[in-house]
């Protein structure tokens, strides 16, 4: 609460900064998709419960869609427009 408190005492749009603080949060997302995807897929490790083959190519196919948009917002930041 006390983030969303100081964004309206210095008068910054909540909404705008709302939304960049996702694009930032969107960057962390494959520091832990990557791992868990790799420990959820290791009989070694999970056992029983290891990841099905489906699952980890959905999982794998889900992490690269998210780091390819995440190269894409870097590309249409820094050189396009």
Not at 1 to 19: E, H, K, Y
Not at 47 to 74: D, E, F, H, R
Request: proline share 5%; charged share 10%; hydrophobic share 60%.
């Amino acid at each position: 609460m006390g983030p969303s408190l100081i964004v309206i005492a210095i008068g910054l749009d909540p909404t705008r900064t709302l939304v960049l603080s996702q694009v930032v949060l969107s960057f962390g997302l494959p520091f832990a998709i990557i791992p868990l995807v790799m420990f959820t897929s290791r009989k070694d490790i999970m056992g029983v419960l290891v990841n099905k083959k489906i699952t980890t190519i959905l999982a794998s196919i889900v992490a690269a869609l998210i780091i390819l948009l995440n190269i894409y917002l870097l590309y249409e930041t820094l050189f396009a427009g």
